[in-house]
């Protein structure tokens, strides 16, 4: 059987959505930081993460940041300082470009912690990120990474989605978008269902992805996180996959999530995304070994 794969991403703690992890956070941990020596991606994290953004990138496995549920594999130096790296350049770095570093210094999750192996919940299901009440995310599979050949519908997948997902749920929780989204598919979001549900199922009843049919805030922010990491050839492909009425659809939720960004954090969507794709192209010329 293949196992179905899902992101799983942040959760508003009021309504408890099913498809997004929420690690339970044991308080005592069976690994001793007292004797730890600070090596120079330790400092490289300071200035770059926590003087710059102030974010702590937690790279050394630490038990009681993670779930029991899963069967873990600590991430390897390496692969760690390569997605330090892409995560500032990729995500980071674009939004203080676009909104400023005060913007993303408040409002990012203040811990990135990083897992070598990926984690698969009770069904079976490969867990792409968790996050906790917009405070902390969780990175899986990061030693799968091939820093020497960069593949960014890899990084996509596994990452940067994720992270752009993640942030637009904390931007929403902030500051409400208009309900008129809600009331445009309103009868066929699927909750747990949603699992079952192809792509292009999904795309010809007016989602995006089939997670954006979970329901509606999960709907919005998998339009945008979609909409600005991927291309517009990519766009217009599901586009004609969906159809015309149910495309028309999605263009007015894309319409809504374009209003939202420039009128609540004057951002514009489609700089944003431009910005995003820009970097995507300037990744492939990155160090991602060297510590400057």
Not at 191 to 213: C, F, H, R
Not at 238 to 266: C, F, H, N, T
């Amino acid at each position: 059987m293949k196992a179905k794969y899902i992101a799983l991403l942040a959760c508003s703690a009021l309504l408890g959505f099913t498809a997004c992890d929420e690690d339970d956070i044991d308080g005592k941990s069976i690994f001793s930081n007292t004797n730890r020596v600070e090596n120079s991606f330790d400092k490289w994290l300071k200035t770059n993460y926590v003087d710059t953004y102030n974010i702590q990138f937690q790279y050394r496995y630490t038990d009681k940041e993670t779930s029991n549920s899963y069967n873990l594999v600590p991430a390897t130096l390496d692969q760690s300082i390569a997605l330090a790296k892409l995560t500032k350049f990729l995500w980071l770095d674009v939004y203080k470009e676009i909104a400023g570093e005060t913007f993303i210094k408040t409002y990012c999750p203040k811990v990135i912690t990083v897992v070598g192996s990926p984690a698969y919940n009770s069904k079976g299901e490969i867990v792409l990120g968790t996050a906790e009440g917009g405070v902390k995310i969780t990175l899986y599979n990061v030693n799968s990474l091939d820093y020497e050949n960069i593949d960014v519908d890899f990084l996509n997948y596994w990452f940067f989605k994720t992270m752009h997902h993640e942030f637009a749920h904390i931007l929403h929780q902030t500051k409400s978008y208009t309900t008129d989204f809600n009331l445009i598919t309103p009868d066929s979001y699927q909750s747990t269902s949603w699992v079952n549900v192809t792509d292009k199922e999904a795309l010809q009843m007016g989602y995006i992805t089939p997670y954006a049919s979970n329901e509606f805030q999960e709907d919005f922010v998998e339009t945008l996180s979609n909409y600005v990491t991927h291309d517009q050839a990519w766009w217009d492909e599901r586009m004609e996959i969906a159809g015309i009425d149910a495309a028309a659809l999605i263009q007015k939720k894309l319409d809504i999530v374009r209003d939202y960004l420039k009128g609540q954090w004057s951002i514009n969507l489609d700089e944003l995304r431009a910005k995003v794709l820009e970097k995507y192209e300037e990744v492939y010329d990155l160090d991602l070994t060297t510590l400057d």
